[in-house]
């Protein structure tokens, strides 16, 4: 079955950097956009970024944007988010899913992994 699994997660101060994972099985990973969505405590869904499938395209929200990496690594099927300059409000746990094939949104997430920026 398709399986994504974040990780990386926890506990970081302010201007703090993290990096967060998330392993794929289960598909072919490469014919694939993968997204990062958030959802910060007692509010909805926050798209965040997306990856192409050859990874020479990416978009990011606004907030995230010069702050944010997103990236691919082909040979472990695995997406990064890379996060700097943290601020209270990327407290949020953070997903990753699967681009669908055809049309808009996702099909597959993860079960996520909880970021943390305390003051």
């Known amino acids: 079955e398709v399986q994504l699994v974040e990780s990386g997660g926890g506990l970081v101060q302010p201007g703090g950097s993290l990096r967060l994972s998330c392993g794929t099985s289960?598909?072919?990973?490469?014919?694939?956009?993968m997204y990062w969505v958030r959802q910060a405590p007692g509010k909805g869904l926050e798209w965040v970024s997306t990856?192409?499938?050859?990874?020479?395209?990416?978009k990011y929200e606004d907030s995230v944007k010069g702050r944010f990496t997103i990236s691919r690594e082909a040979a472990n099927n695995a997406v990064y988010l890379h996060m700097n300059s943290l601020k209270p409000d990327d407290t949020a746990v953070y997903y990753c899913?699967?681009?669908?094939?055809?049309?808009?949104?996702?099909?597959?997430w993860g079960k996520g992994t909880l970021v943390t920026i305390s003051s």
């Open positions: 899913a699967r681009g669908r094939v055809l049309g808009y949104g996702m099909d597959y």
């Open positions: 289960g598909f072919m990973f490469s014919s694939y956009w």
């Open positions: 990856i192409n499938s050859d990874g020479d395209t990416t």
